[in-house]
C-alpha cells in the first residue's frame, strides 16, 4: 500500500481591488479639471509675492499677495458685514431675472409672434452701457435694493433668456411629432419633451448669468449704496488702503466661483441623465 502524497494547497488568487464609487469617480474628475487653474493661481500668486519683495514697491500701489490675506483677515468682520448685503441683492435681483426670462421664453415658445418681436429687443438690451444706466437707476430710484436689482437684471437676462429660448427651439423634432400623432397636447409636449430638451442649454446659461449677477452687483453698489462689497471698495479706494479693495475682489471672486460651481450641484440634481464624464 503506497502513501498518498501530501497535497499542497492551492495558490489563492490576488483579490481584486473594488472599483471606485461614483462619488470617488467625481472627485476626482473634478480635481482633474480643477488642477491646472489651481496651479496657474498659485504661480501668479508666487511671481506676484517675488516682485513686491525685489521690486519693493509701495503696499498703497501694489500690495503683496500675503499683505492682503493678513488685512482682508484683520479687518474681516467689515468684509463679512458688506458681502451679506452684495449676496443677497445678487440672489435677489437673479432671482427676477430668472423669473422675468422663463414667462418670456415660455411664452416665446408658444406664441411665435412674441419670438419675433422679442429677440431684437433682447439684443437692443445689450446695446445700453451699464455703465451710463446705474447711474440713473440710483438717481431714480434711490440707494435702496431696487436700483441694484434692476442693474442686475439688465446684466443678466439676455443670457438666460436666449439660451432657453434657443433650448426650446432645439428641441428633437421627431419626439414632439411622435407626442403629437398620439393626441399629445401643445402643453404636453412642451413639459414631456422641450422642457427637459432645454435645461441642459438652460444650465449653461444660467451659469453665465451667475457670474454675471455678482459683478453687476458690486458695480451698482460702486455707483451708490449704503452697504456692500461695492461701496466697500469705494471707500478704501478713497483711502488709499489697496490691500483692502483687493480684499474685496478676492472676497468677489470667492463668492463668484461659489455660486458657479452651486449651479453644477443644481444641475446634477435636477437634470441627472445630462451628467458630465
Known amino acids: 500500500m503506497t502513501a498518498t502524497p501530501p497535497r ?3 495558490p489563492r488568487p490576488a483579490p481584486v481591488a473594488a472599483p471606485p464609487d461614483a462619488a470617488t469617480r467625481a472627485r476626482r474628475s473634478s480635481w482633474r479639471r480643477a488642477w491646472p487653474a489651481v496651479v496657474l493661481v498659485a504661480v501668479l500668486l508666487v511671481v506676484w509675492q517675488v516682485y513686491v519683495d525685489v521690486s519693493g514697491i509701495k503696499p498703497q500701489l501694489l500690495p503683496s499677495p500675503l499683505r492682503v490675506l493678513e488685512q482682508g483677515w484683520a479687518h474681516r468682520d467689515q468684509l463679512w458685514a458688506n458681502t451679506v448685503p452684495t449676496l443677497q441683492v445678487t440672489l435677489v435681483g437673479f432671482g427676477a431675472s430668472l423669473a422675468v426670462a422663463w414667462a418670456l421664453a415660455i411664452a416665446a415658445d408658444f406664441v411665435p409672434w412674441i419670438r419675433r418681436a422679442l ?6 438690451s445689450q446695446t445700453v452701457p451699464i455703465i451710463a444706466i446705474a447711474p440713473l437707476m440710483i438717481i431714480w430710484f434711490g440707494f435702496g435694493m431696487l436700483p441694484k436689482v434692476l442693474v442686475i437684471a ?6 438666460v433668456a436666449v439660451g432657453l429660448i434657443e433650448g426650446f427651439a432645439a428641441t428633437d423634432k421627431a419626439a414632439t411629432d411622435l407626442l403629437r400623432s398620439m393626441g399629445a397636447s401643445r402643453w404636453d409636449q412642451f413639459r414631456y419633451v422641450r422642457l427637459p430638451g432645454a435645461l441642459p442649454r438652460f444650465f449653461t446659461a444660467l451659469r453665465i448669468g451667475i457670474t454675471y449677477a455678482v459683478t453687476g452687483a458690486v458695480f451698482a453698489e460702486y455707483v451708490g449704496a449704503t452697504a456692500g462689497l461695492g461701496i466697500y471698495m469705494s471707500i478704501q479706494k478713497n483711502a488709499f488702503r489697496t490691500d483692502l479693495v483687493l480684499a474685496a475682489v478676492g472676497v468677489t471672486a470667492v463668492l463668484s466661483v461659489a455660486l458657479f460651481g452651486l449651479t453644477y450641484v443644481v444641475e446634477r440634481l435636477v437634470i441627472p441623465w445630462s451628467r458630465r464624464g
Open 154 to 159: 439688465l446684466v443678466t437676462f439676455f443670457p
Open 119 to 124: 429677440t431684437p429687443l433682447l439684443v437692443a
Open 8 to 10: 499542497t494547497a492551492e
